[in-house]
């Protein structure tokens, strides 16, 4: 069965959704990000994706209150990216309860310096966050484009020993017309090593179960989710 994972966005501290990553494209959805960790915690979800879009922004994670007050209110697993950019970062973001960090612009620009952080915290403690636009590789909260194609990076952490990743299409990110079908599967079938987690653009459980079906082991949902497209009981029979 493929993991439902819920995601929280946050900016000033409150829960928001970018539409393809655009900050000017902001809606807030809820001041309590706590509360809606709780309602996702009822009904059997186990993890959470929380991201730091200030954080994203500014190079620094800012939200940490906010994720200790998740972190403590809930016994939600939680992965936190966002602007970390030192050792010094990460262990602020573990220490404020996270349990796994997602690492996606510092992979690109300082690659020894993520599979030491891996090599020293340990596989399922880092995330490889993995953004694409157009194909190729974004970074620094999906507002600077490079020449790496996706699949190349990926290929290249796989023979690294890197084995988990989410990979988001900023292009069908919050805009609500499905994800990205053939390009997680271009990638499940060229980096098996991967455990590849979907994100952006996921509208109904047929997206869910279709991404299940091409190899995906779990999906961030978002939008949807907050829009009401998918009903929070419809995830149950995703949970356990």
Known sequence: ?????????????????????????????????LEVA??????????????????????KPVNLRV????AGGTKLLIDFGGGIKSE?????VFAAGASIANIGSLAVK???????????????KILLGADAKNGMVAIDGWQTET????????RKYAERGVTNAFVTDIGRDGAMNGPSIEIYRQIAVAVREIKLIASGGVRSTDDI??????????????KAIYEGRIKLEDLSKYAG
């Open 1 to 33: 069965m493929i993991e439902v994972i819920p995601a929280i966005d946050l900016i000033d501290g409150k829960c928001v959704r970018l539409t393809h990553g655009d900050f000017a494209q902001k809606t807030v959805y809820s001041d309590d990000p």
């Open 110 to 124: 300082e690659p020894e310096t993520f599979l030491s952080w891996i090599e020293k915290y340990g596989g399922e």
């Open 67 to 70: 994720l200790e007050s998740v």
């Open 88 to 92: 010094k970062d990460l262990e602020a």
């Open 209 to 222: 179960d279709e991404l299940y079906r091409i190899g995906c082991v779990g999906v961030i949902v978002g």
């Open 38 to 59: 709780k309602r996702f915690e009822a009904i059997g979800l186990k993890r959470l994706h929380i991201v730091d879009l200030d954080g994203a922004k500014t190079g």
């Open 147 to 154: 020449d790496i194609p996706i699949l190349s990076l990926l």
